[in-house]
């Protein structure tokens, strides 16, 4: 640009220093200097070309930068994007993991209990049977309670029953003494007095020290006197006076005495 300039402001101040007729003519100098103007004009014309030119430039290249900058920053918004994508699918697999091993604790601890209730029902269980301590299984206990839930809600046939079967299968049961006298009781109710006396009977020979034994000799009388049997009845009533004097089915037996006095 300084290459083009120079000369003409050179010839400019040449020019302007002397007269124009001292070189050329009046009309060789004035073309001389139109074409000169020109030159400069042109010369202006090319530096303000050159000088857009260049902030052209400048202005493309901050743009290529600009446009670079947003591509990464598009690249960058893409890669996020993709990471929030990954880690949503990695919080889906983890909640997945964490229910199935909910689940997996759940049905832990459900086959957990059934297989300890399972268990408690295989294991003895301690009781406490007219006073005294003893050991049952548990399904022993579970048919025996049951027999006398029948008695109790007045089934008093069910009952018989349930607890001819239960002595059949558990002849060694700590509720032996107890089983056969709430058989007497059931055959008593059904007027079955035979076998009322058979069954209480057999809690009188076997199971002599139960607190069932007294008792038991009370409804061996009850059944003789529905039998018409007094003088058997007297005799029992009298035993029981006799060998427990101190239960309250001796006080019974008193008071039932004079029922049984034979005309």
Do not use: C
């Not at 000369?7 to 004035?30: C, I, K, S, T, Y």
């Not at 052209?56 to 743009?63: T, V």
């Not at 199971?207 to 009845?233: G, H, K, M, V, W």
């Amino acid at each position: 640009m300084r290459r083009f300039i120079g000369p003409a402001l050179v010839l400019m101040a040449a020019l302007g220093a002397q007269p124009a007729h001292a070189l050329f003519g009046d009309d060789e100098a004035r073309k001389a200097i139109l074409d000169l103007r020109k030159q400069v004009q042109d010369l202006e014309k090319r530096v303000q070309d050159m000088q857009a030119q260049g902030k052209s430039a400048d202005l493309n290249g901050r743009m290529e930068r600009l446009e670079g900058a947003q591509r990464g920053q598009l690249e960058l918004a893409n890669q996020l994007d993709a990471l929030r994508q990954d880690i949503a699918k990695l919080r889906g697999q983890i909640d997945s993991l964490a229910n199935e091993v909910a689940n997996s604790q759940k049905r832990s601890k459900d086959l957990y209990t059934d297989i300890d209730a399972r268990l408690k029902k295989l294991e003895p269980a301690a009781v406490s049977i007219d006073g005294r301590a003893a050991t049952v299984d548990r399904s022993e206990q579970a048919a025996f309670d049951a027999a006398i839930g029948q008695f109790r809600g007045s089934d008093f046939r069910g009952a018989a029953v349930a607890l001819q079967s239960f002595i059949a299968r558990y002849p060694q049961s700590a509720y032996a003494a107890a089983a056969y006298y709430w058989l007497g009781n059931s055959q008593y109710q059904l007027k079955d007095y035979k076998g009322a006396i058979s069954s209480q009977q057999t809690v009188v020979d076997k199971f002599a020290d139960s607190t069932r034994a007294p008792d038991a000799l009370l409804n061996i009388a009850a059944s003789q006197i529905e039998l018409n049997d007094r003088r058997s009845a007297r005799a029992t009533l009298q035993r029981i006076i006799k060998d427990y004097p101190e239960t309250e089915a001796a006080k019974l037996a008193k008071e039932r005495l004079p029922a049984t006095a034979t005309r």
